[in-house]
Structures are given as C-alpha cells and as structure tokens.
C-alpha cells in the first residue's frame, strides 16, 4: 500500500491561496472602489439649483468666511455671478479630483486640490451657500457609498475563489 495521496487541482488552488494571502483581489477592488468615489464626489449640483439659490440672509457659516469673500471680491479674486471655468479664481474643481494609492494598493486617498474645496465639500468648513446650492458634502458622499465599496471587495475576492 501506497502513502501517496494525489490531490487534483492543487497548483491552481494553491495559487488561489497565496493571491488571497497577498490581497490582490483586495487590491483591485479598492482600485475600482476609489474610482467610483471619485466619480461621485466630481459631481457638480445641478445648474438650475443654483440659480434659485439667494444669497441674501446668512451664507457665510463664519465671519471669517465672510470678511475672506468680500477681501476676494474687492481685490478681484473672484466675482460675481461666478462662471464655472472662467472667473477669477476659479480652479476648475470638478477636474482636479485624484486617486492616490498607498500601502501596497490596500489603501487609496481620493482628493482634490482646488484651495476652494474644503468650502464646497467639508462638512465642518461648506458654507451655507453650497449647501443651499446643493453641494453634498464628501462625508455624504461616503456614507451613501459605502456599501457599494464593500460589494466592490466582495465581488473581487468571490471572483478569485470561483476562478
């Protein structure tokens, strides 16, 4: 009698284990994730919202806020009505958003960076009037995509077991 015991399909299961081990399928998913964010972060509000929005009342959510928007204002950094891409200052926001991997790929860092951004998307820093315009904010933004981030990693490791 023989000690040998033959498993079939073991180099290709081993394989499977080590890229497992290692995360690749880990890292593509949060490649793709970041992505996604991306995409939904670079959304601008719609441009009708932002017509109907008043600037009259409090848009500023600081007076420091508002003290920067008038110094601007009056040494012509910025004017208004603002024209996307073409005022003064303007630093076509909606094109500078980046994906930035870290850690081997097992972390990605989606950013933009436009000077103006925080005011437009940061939930402690968005003045009134983005929020009145529609700006979402990126912790929104975050929130309502996390579980999509997640099936991204799930999908990626279930495609390499089924492989």
Do not use: C
Request: hydrophobic share 35%; glycine share 8%; proline share 5%.
């Amino acid at each position: 009698m023989s000690d040998l015991i033959r498993i079939e399909g073991l180099p290709p299961l081993l394989k499977k284990i080590r890229s497992l081990a290692e995360l690749q399928p880990v890292v593509g998913a949060i490649k793709a994730a970041a992505l996604h964010l991306k995409g939904k972060v670079a959304v601008y509000p719609e441009q009708k919202h932002l017509t109907r929005v008043s600037v009259y009342g409090t848009p500023f959510k600081s007076n420091k806020q508002r003290r920067f928007f008038f110094a601007a204002l009056r040494k012509g950094e910025i004017e208004v009505p603002y024209r996307r891409g073409e005022s003064p200052g303007s630093q076509t926001f909606g094109r500078r958003w980046t994906v930035h991997t870290l850690n081997r790929g097992l972390t990605a860092e989606v950013g933009n960076n436009a000077a103006y951004g925080p005011l437009l998307m940061d939930k402690e820093k968005q003045s009134r009037y983005h929020a009145m315009a529609g700006w979402r904010t990126t912790d929104d933004v975050i929130a309502d995509e996390t579980e999509t981030v997640v099936s991204f990693v799930k999908y990626y490791i279930d495609r390499e077991l089924e492989r």
